[in-house]
């Protein structure tokens, strides 16, 4: 047997059974021989407590292994012996109990273990059986002594198994805390390298329509053909990388439980479907595939569901199509109604093989075409699938020849359309003498702001840190306040709480975070510190400019500085 490490093992627990045992054996022990009146019981307890106060002492001399080897066949011997002198009175069962659950602590390798208990429950069974043939007859014993020896084998063992579950306790306490600590060092790292990675993803996703839009430009079409087509490249790439971001956070908030609950809210079903197969028209576009909508006109034309949660469904059904769909071809969105369920079916020519459907749903598994196999993770379809659950519908998948199928089936519940106020589309004249004050740190970023708020018509300034802001602001009045949540100097947080408590400025100028963070108990903070929006790194153009409309006051402020 191989020597363990003195340091990893349970050695308190060991050390604190030997010297129990030691003391039990020289004291109830003896007292046990003077009731039994039996010599070799005498020298047994007398070995068993020289032995058991020596051993722990002998951990680094034959190693820890090896000690608690030694222990645990000498003990065996000793509940043997006793079973057999004493018959029913020694209350075996008891401290085979012990001895079994002491080995699971002290007993790190399996195979060992196993072989002890399957010795111990031989030896109890053996016992049994001469308890009931009588091949071995117990030391005759008075009533009076049977008693007094039951009582002093049932306080023993109860107080053994009372100390080994203490130690059970203690070591299920020691590894849940480890496992939280593990956890919450999972989350942070979760929040930071997210939040690291969406910053630099923003400034890219922002260069590359900036590139777009110049290209479009261009006098001369051949150069233009060629950079157009780098450029579309560039926002695929994007656009896949914030999809395997996303997807890899929701993994990990709903393994940490952490995923909001579904909520109810009345939202345009065919709306949301068009803004998701939007989004994935430039990987579509660079792959020449072709994607058909075939809505059913029966249904309602609004629905009570989550939205973002179906917007997540929605997004990674056509990204997985378009992922297994052969170049040059069609991917067909079928929506429908079928009793009191809304039904999606997705239709692509496929390189899938049937016998690959069986394990699409799981984690980490994927059977992407070769070149495109960099971007998929095999998450999507696994976060899907618990997506789909969370509210309430069903997902498979199936295939006929080579057309791959998945049917999605949700709860149809119809929705109300919610009372808008009708206001002329906005033109960039609209916001000619709006101000936004930016706080970002990052210069990539800030460039891409500008664009985005250049392109509106209004003015952008910037500020770096909160601090900086707070100086601009004795100077000038914004219309609107975009922040990143982490800049150095003065953070996002600290920011807002400063700003909504200076009653130099106004309070009701709307501040949209925007920044990396998360986790929605980060975001909920930012609310609570005085933010009237969060905008989520990294995000389109389009994204950031309906989020600025949205926040923008219909009637321009007055700056009473200016």
């Known amino acids: 047997m191989k020597n363990g490490s003195y340091s990893d093992k349970p050695v308190s627990f060991f050390n604190t059974i030997c010297i129990v045992l030691a003391f039990l054996s020289l004291t109830l022990g003896m007292t046990v021989f003077y009731l039994m009146d039996f010599t070799p019981a005498f020298y047994?307890?007398?070995?068993?407590?020289?032995l058991f106060f020596c051993l722990p002492l002998m951990h680094r001399r034959i190693g820890i292994d090896n000690v608690v080897l030694i222990f645990f066949i000498v003990l065996d011997a000793a509940l043997f012996f006793y079973g057999i002198a004493l018959g029913p009175v020694s209350e075996i069962h008891l401290l085979a109990a012990f001895l079994m659950g002491a080995s699971d602590l002290l007993m790190p390798r399996r195979k060992i273990r196993n072989?002890?208990?399957?010795?111990?429950?031989?030896?109890?069974?053996?016992?049994?059986?001469?308890?009931?043939?009588?091949?071995?007859?117990?030391?005759?014993?008075?009533?009076?002594?049977?008693?007094?020896?039951?009582?002093?084998?049932?306080?023993?063992?109860?107080?053994?198994?009372?100390?080994?579950?203490?130690?059970?306790?203690?070591?299920?306490?020691?590894?849940?805390?480890?496992v939280k600590k593990a956890s919450e060092a999972k989350t942070r790292y979760l929040r930071e390298t997210n939040h690291e990675i969406r910053t630099p993803l923003t400034s890219i996703m922002g260069i590359a329509e900036g590139l777009s839009e110049k290209v479009a430009h261009l006098n001369d079409s051949a150069l233009s053909a060629a950079i157009r087509k780098e450029t579309e490249h560039l926002q695929v790439a994007s656009l896949l990388i914030r999809e395997i971001i996303n997807n890899q956070l929701d993994l990990a908030k709903i393994e940490e439980n952490l995923f909001n609950e579904a909520k109810s809210e009345s939202f345009s079903l065919r709306e949301c479907i068009n803004e998701c197969i939007l989004m994935q028209r430039p990987i579509a576009a660079s792959r020449k595939i072709n994607i058909i909508l075939h809505y059913d006109a029966q249904l309602p034309v609004y629905i009570l569901s989550d939205?973002?949660?179906?917007?997540?469904?929605?997004?990674?059904?056509?990204?997985?199509?378009?992922?297994?769909?052969?170049?040059?071809?069609?991917?067909?969105?079928?929506?429908?109604?079928a009793g009191d369920y809304i039904h999606m079916e997705t239709h692509n020519i496929s390189t899938l093989k049937p016998n690959q459907l069986n394990d699409i749903f799981l984690p980490f598994v994927?059977?992407?075409?070769?070149?495109?196999?960099?971007?998929?993770?095999?998450?999507?379809?696994?976060?899907?699938?618990?997506?789909?659950?969370?509210?309430?519908?069903?997902?498979?998948?199936?295939?006929?020849?080579?057309?791959?199928?998945?049917?999605?089936?949700?709860?149809?519940?119809?929705?109300?359309?919610?009372?808008?106020?009708?206001?002329?589309?906005?033109?960039?004249?609209?916001?000619?003498?709006?101000?936004?004050?930016?706080?970002e740190d990052d210069k990539l970023n800030q460039a891409s702001f500008r664009a985005a708020i250049k392109s509106m018509g209004a003015t952008p300034y910037f500020a770096e840190n909160g601090a900086e802001a707070l100086?601009?602001?004795?100077?000038?009045?914004?219309?609107?306040?975009?922040?990143?949540?982490?800049?150095?100097?003065?953070?996002?947080?600290?920011?807002?709480?400063?700003?909504?408590?200076?009653?130099?400025?106004?309070?009701?100028?709307?501040?949209?975070?925007?920044?990396?963070?998360?986790?929605?108990?980060?975001?909920?903070?930012?609310?609570?510190?005085?933010?009237?929006?969060?905008?989520?790194?990294?995000?389109?153009?389009?994204?950031?400019?309906?989020?600025?409309?949205?926040?923008?006051?219909?009637?321009?402020?007055?700056?009473?500085l200016g």
Do not use: C
């Open 471 to 560: 100086e601009m602001l004795k100077m000038m009045i914004p219309d609107l306040i975009i922040t990143d949540g982490k800049m150095p100097v003065m953070d996002g947080k600290k920011f807002l709480r400063t700003l909504r408590a200076d009653s130099q400025i106004p309070s009701d100028i709307p501040v949209i975070v925007a920044s990396g963070e998360t986790f929605v108990q980060e975001q909920e903070e930012f609310i609570a510190a005085g933010a009237t929006d969060f905008l989520l790194k990294p995000f389109t153009r389009k994204e950031l400019v309906d989020m600025i409309r949205k926040h923008l006051p219909r009637i321009k402020m007055l700056n009473p």
């Open 366 to 439: 994927s059977h992407a075409n070769k070149e495109y196999m960099g971007e998929s993770t095999g998450l999507g379809l696994a976060i899907t699938k618990q997506l789909v659950e969370k509210i309430g519908g069903t997902i498979t998948a199936g295939a006929s020849g080579a057309t791959t199928t998945f049917r999605l089936s949700i709860p149809l519940k119809e929705g109300r359309s919610a009372v808008t106020v009708n206001s002329p589309e906005p033109t960039n004249e609209m916001y000619q003498d709006y101000t936004v004050l930016v706080l």
């Open 44 to 50: 047994l307890e007398l070995f068993v407590g020289i």
């Open 115 to 178: 072989l002890f208990w399957t010795f111990v429950g031989a030896m109890v069974v053996l016992l049994e059986v001469n308890y009931y043939y009588h091949w071995i007859r117990p030391i005759p014993l008075s009533n009076n002594s049977m008693l007094a020896i039951r009582l002093i084998v049932v306080l023993t063992g109860t107080a053994l198994n009372g100390i080994m579950l203490y130690f059970y306790i203690k070591q299920v306490r020691n590894m849940m805390a480890e």
């Open 307 to 337: 939205s973002t949660i179906l917007s997540k469904i929605i997004n990674n059904l056509a990204s997985n199509a378009l992922k297994y769909a052969s170049q040059n071809s069609v991917v067909r969105f079928n929506v429908g109604k």
